[in-house]
């Protein structure tokens, strides 16, 4: 693509910036609820459904090289917690796959560059002060102190409810977050745009997004915390819509108030995607080795006679 039709394509999409968020914000929950009425049908039908696969299996397995497959497919498939660690596993790589080639990409000043540059000059020429102010205000709620604050508040409400091993890993993972960010930052040094904030432009640098990438860390990491704990399909639909449609604005404030480029905020995106997988995986380890623990015989030292007495674990997750 020639310089002209990257620098078109780019203005275009700055005219259009605020049309574009918000169409993509309604698809985005009507794809959401098209998935939770699709969940909520299969598990209206569940018994139906799963009387229909059993019949179906059942017939197959009369069949002599059906019923083979079957027997050797069950040997090798893994099991439901390897297999979502072998699903984390794949999109870890594919993160970490697609944070290189756009840092890649900035470090080569390719097109990439170019396209940021025009964006970011057609959205700063085309900016409304009133909108500007909206997004002022928004952008707050994407900053690092405020994200710390509702950490913190969120940790102690997890330890008084005696969850201190979530509680302990929630917090580690939004402080990971925030050092992997500010190391990232300063090893590509990526400079803001030259009409971002004057103490913005020379007290820290641009890439990748802190903001958006705490702030989805910060709901990511929420939204599995939700569904984890066996929430409704309806909470947890609300849940991820929410969570999906602010981190999308908190990123577009940073566009529009003219501190970073595309680039950066989507970048922000996958690395906080990568980080968010790798505390997941961690906390379904801690969850999986707690109640291995929690289902350990305890040795009672008022039952000699008896030995061992099973009782409930001390789990404090």
Known sequence: MADPDIERAAAFLATHALLLLGLGIAVLLLALAAIAAVVRLVIHYRALLLGVFRLLVAQAGRIDSVRTLLSRTRSVLPGAYVALHLALGLLLVMAVTAFLVIAQAVLARSEVVRFDVAFAQTMHRESDPRWQT???VITIFGAGWILTLATAAIGVALIRRGRRVVAFAWMAAQAGGGILNWALKELYERTRPEFADAFLYSSSFAFPS??????????????????RDGRSWTTSC???????????????SRLYLGVHFISDVVAGLVAGSGWLVVCVSALEIIRRRGAGMSRQPRYDPRDQGSGLSVGPGSSDQ
Do not use: E, P, R
């Not at 702030?215 to 990491?221: A, E, H, M």
């Not at 609300?238 to 577009?252: E, K, M, Q, R």
């Open 238 to 252: 609300v849940a991820i819509a929410f969570a999906l449609s602010w981190c999308t604005i908190i990123g577009f």
């Open 134 to 136: 909206v997004f002022a």
């Open 210 to 227: 802190g903001h958006t990438m705490g702030t989805f860390i910060f709901f990511g990491l929420g939204c599995y915390l939700v569904l």
